[in-house]
């Protein structure tokens, strides 16, 4: 089964299509890097994934259901999410008043995470809760904001650039720490990411997007052999 699987897809922004027969698909356990040049169209993929900008045509599937028509809030509940490039915290409220604020809107019971178990992942959050988020780290807020995509029960998560302004040591541990969750728990996740060595290094399979278009798709060793860096 696939956790996601776009057909075909095509989208933009008024009269301006931005990507056109985009097929793509991620298994549970997977982690797939969506790479390309600035405005390729990677972040006008994940919107129209998300539900926030509609498909001219094709299909897009979660869960093996065509969600099409469906709309952002029901696509959250069959348990995807977005953490949008510019991380998507509350930068006012403590690291727990953000966990409770999304945790009460996410969790209904029956989760994979809930509050106990983010701090349990990512112990920087349980010694900080009551640190006002936007006075932590560059790393310690992106940490934040992939603990609240996780609240609930998500199947596939999709990262925007969550690199952006960390220190390379940084990437690499959220990296390991991102491919450990992938695997132990099943969840399928769809990088997008500037930094294309630190995300070959983490993807099981990479897709390339020139133009709005793939133009390639195989593993990590695969885009190395093939000689894609005149695509960066
Ligand atoms: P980046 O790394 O710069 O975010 P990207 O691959 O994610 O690149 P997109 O953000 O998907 O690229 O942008 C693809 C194209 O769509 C660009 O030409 C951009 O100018 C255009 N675009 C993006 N958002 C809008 C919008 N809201 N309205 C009109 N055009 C847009």
């Excluded at 690291?95 to 701090?119: M, R, S």
């Excluded at 006002?132 to 603990?147: E, F, K, V």
Aim: glycine share 12%.
């Amino acid at each position: 089964m696939s956790l996601l699987e776009l057909r075909d897809v095509t989208a933009g922004y008024g009269a301006k299509l931005v990507i056109s027969d985009v097929s793509l698909t991620l298994a549970a356990g997977e982690i797939v890097a969506l790479l390309g040049h600035n405005g390729a169209g990677k972040t006008t993929t994940l919107k129209t994934i998300m539900g926030l900008l509609p498909a001219r045509s094709g299909a897009v599937s979660l869960m093996d259901q065509d969600v099409s028509s469906l709309a952002t809030p029901g696509r959250i509940k069959l348990g995807l999410r977005l953490l949008p490039e510019g991380r998507g915290i509350f930068p006012d409220l403590s690291v727990a008043d953000n966990i409770e604020a999304v945790a009460a809107q996410n969790c209904k019971g029956g989760d994979l995470f809930g509050p106990a178990e983010v701090y349990q992942l990512l112990p920087v959050l349980d010694e900080r809760r009551t640190t006002i988020a936007g006075t932590m780290s560059g790393g310690q807020q992106q940490m934040l904001a992939l603990s609240l995509a996780l609240l609930g029960r998500p199947h596939c998560l999709m990262l925007d650039e969550p690199s952006i302004g960390l220190a390379p040591n940084l990437v690499e541990r959220m990296f390991d720490q991102l491919r450990s969750l992938s695997r132990s728990h099943g969840l399928g996740t769809l990088l997008v990411e500037q930094n294309v060595a630190a995300a070959m290094r983490v993807a099981d399979r990479v897709i390339i997007m020139n133009s709005g278009k793939i133009v390639f798709s195989g593993t990590p060793d695969g885009a190395r052999a093939a000689g894609v860096w005149h695509y960066f």
